[in-house]
């Protein structure tokens, strides 16, 4: 047997590293050349591979360095181009992740190299791209549009698969807000090809996924936003190292498990995410969702601090803390937050995302007239993007309205077609508060039987689900003809918590009331139930299978 040499260790180690980078498994590659790199320093194609595994495993502090480095490298060989791809990947992903400073950093570093050399290569398209976003953000559709296709002509011209799709996934976004929703969608799916195909490197693979599947929520298209997740989901699953797409995924299928009605799913999922994401922007999403399920439940202060945490990413998170404050029965508050809201929302589908629950708040505050108007916004816009969620919500923005102006009979139609819409969407919550607010059209048809069966198959969803807020808001509405059928639905937690053993102060500390609010609520439900103690209200409450 020959002598080993003083490389060959290093040598094994980085063939070793190359092995596994290419069967994915990044976490054995990540330790096999970062050995052979304290063995002997690794040359920049190889720091390249290196810096990647570290980005994929979750070591975003480790993977800059190396990108770093690999960039030093690369520019002490007189390797402009690739120096400037280097800088130019670490700028994208520096963005990603908030780092905005220094993401422009490197993006000036790129450029420069690309001035100063005169270079004409992919790395030019990357800054297209950088720019097409830049433009997005800022308004300028028309603008973001031609930078997105500077994009895909240079990943053309220089065989860059990552760029092409890049580019394509920008004109479809740039699309977006000029209107041309069915070309943007078949832009989606053009992006998507090549990443299907496996034909991408892994750090664009997990990229295009995600946007994508913000995109298609974006542009209410569920069907593909639940396709591309799943999709994701095994992608994930093929690569028990990879770590820093999996919170994102974790996040997108907890949304898609919450409108299919798998709760007790969905916040182990979102739990799961809140934990794997501290510290990074998409943080903001999962406490999002995280909240959205606690409200729900009708567990009010975890709601809130959900919310709060929610804040230090997402400046401001609606409409669930709109909704939150109209649950709380700060009504005005709720309807002062939705209108201002909207008032910033630029743009069709952004305020689309608003205008469902702002008919439902502006209802809550009395004020008809302007839910009105937010409904029949919704319904002009539903019409032209034709999604069937978008439609959905609009028929059940427009049914709430016609209850509201006491025309039960021209609602009735309207919410059936609205709960037709949920149940072929799979949305059995959605589904089953349509059927509350049928109930509350019967009433208005002086129908109180077929109001009772609506309310009963309701409270039947909503049992399952645990949605307790929607459970109390059903049960008083019921016309069985029992005194509690008066009671509102806040008068019926407050029955709830007293038949719990809680004390005013208590109840007023779990609902976020004043302990004065508590005890007027109290004396109303003494007064309608016509019992005059705790002790006799617990008592009813229990009777009529009220707790």
Known sequence: MGKRGPGDGARELRDRGRAAYGRRAWAAAFDALAAADDDEPLPPDDLDLLATSAYLTGKNAEGDDLAARAYREWLDRDAPVQAARRAVWLAILLLLRGEMSASNGWRTRAKRLIEDGDLDCGAV????????????????????????????????????????????????????????????????????????????????????????????????????????????????????????????????????????????????????????????????????ELAELHRLRGQIPQAERAYREACQWIPDPQPGLALLRLRQGRAEDAAAAIRRTLDEASGDLARCRLLGAAVEILIGAEDVVVARAFADELRGIAIRVDEPWLLAMSRT??????????????????????????????????????????????????????????????????EKLGAAPAIAEARALSLAGAPESALTARELEVLRLVAAGLTNRAIAAELILSDKTVARHLSNIFAKLDVSSRAAATAYAYEHDLV
């Open 125 to 288: 398209g990357y800054l297209h791209m950088l720019t097409a976003m830049d433009q997005l953000e800022a308004g300028d559709a028309a603008g973001s549009l031609e930078s997105a296709r500077s994009t895909t002509a240079a990943g053309e011209r220089f065989g860059d698969a990552d760029l092409v799709a890049l580019g394509q996934l920008c004109k479809a976004e740039a699309l977006v807000p000029q209107g041309e929703i069915a070309t943007a969608k078949r832009g989606l799916d053009e992006a998507m090809v090549a990443v299907a195909a496996g034909e991408l490197s892994p750090l664009a693979t997990g990229i295009m996924y995600c946007a994508v599947i913000i995109a298609c929520q974006g542009i209410f298209d569920l069907r593909r936003a639940q396709e591309w997740t799943a999709a994701l989901s095994r992608w994930c699953d093929e690569q028990p190292d990879l770590v820093p797409y999996r919170g994102n995924c974790q996040v997108h299928r907890a949304e898609i498990m919450r409108m299919r009605g798998e709760w007790s799913d969905a916040y182990d999922e979102i739990r799961a995410a809140c934990e794997r994401l501290v510290g990074h922007p998409v943080s903001g999403a999962a406490h999002y």
């Open 397 to 462: 923005a427009e049914g709430t309205v016609l209850l509201a102006e006491g025309d039960g009979r021209a609602a009735l139609p309207v919410l059936r077609r609205a709960w037709s819409s949920w149940q072929r969407l799979s949305a059995p919550y959605e589904a089953a508060r349509i059927r509350v607010l049928m109930a509350r059209a019967c009433q208005q048809c002086d129908d109180p039987a077929s109001a009772e069966l609506e309310l009963d198959a309701a409270v039947g969803v909503f």
